[in-house]
């Protein structure tokens, strides 16, 4: 049974550029939360996707945008990047019938030069 | 809104004990405990729902008190395995699925 799967595992852009990360849950996982992870720090929620709608949102601006497709995988865009960007970037799946555990992936490094 | 954790590292001979604190100034309907190793994901440890309430797994338990906003991870008789970052993470009521993550407790236990 796969567990939850990112890609790409590490990545450098630019300031300014744009990236998307991918990620494909647990199976049997209907939701995904993405989180952002500063070195030395705990993770920052960024958004949650359930049933193809973003339901909840932490404190990131409209730079970070996500989607997620009708099998469950979802994507996380962040436009115009900036050096604070750069972080490692976690998927975390979870069933909405069950208590709330998450499964995270290995998470995406990006970093931003 | 960040749940404060307690103390921010620990160092540990293998079999003693340790308590990590975590602390919220936000009403909270859920307490998340994670173990996160260098490198890798964090790993789902144990969730604490209700006030009072205590879990226990293997020789690793946590209990919430839900009226003072505080829960408490207990390491017994630690092992090697035991090591890395511990994160508490708060779910506050009507924000289901919105976990907010402490800065993490390291904790470092030697043979």
């Known amino acids: 049974d796969a567990g939850v799967t990112q890609s790409p595992t590490h990545l450098i852009k630019t300031r300014g550029q744009q990236v998307t990360l991918r990620c494909s849950p647990k199976s049997g996982h209907d939701t995904v939360s993405w989180y952002q992870q500063a070195l030395g720090q705990g993770p920052q929620f960024i958004f949650q996707y359930y049933e193809e709608e973003e339901r909840q949102r932490g404190n990131f601006p409209d730079r970070f945008s996500g989607h997620q497709f009708p099998n469950y995988s979802s994507e996380l865009n962040v436009n115009a990047l900036l050096l604070g960007d750069s972080a490692l970037y976690l998927c975390a799946s979870s069933a909405r019938q069950d208590t709330g555990e998450l499964f995270f992936g290995e998470g995406s490094r990006l970093t931003v030069l | 809104q960040q749940p404060v954790q307690s103390p921010q590292a620990v160092i540990l001979r293998e079999g003693e004990d340790a308590v990590i604190n975590c602390s919220s100034s936000k009403a909270l309907y859920s307490v998340h405990w994670y173990r996160q190793k260098h490198g890798e994901a964090p790993v789902f440890l144990m969730i604490?729902?209700?006030?009072?309430e205590q879990k226990g797994h293997d020789k690793i338990s946590a209990s919430f008190n839900e009226k003072k906003q505080q829960s408490s991870l207990y390491l017994t008789a630690s092992q090697l395995s035991y090591s890395g970052t511990y994160f508490c993470?708060?779910?506050?009521?009507?924000?289901?699925?919105?976990?907010?993550f402490g800065q993490g407790t390291e904790l470092s236990v030697k043979p």
């Open positions: 604490l729902l209700k006030g009072g």
């Open positions: 993470g708060t779910e506050q009521y009507n924000q289901g699925g919105k976990l907010i």
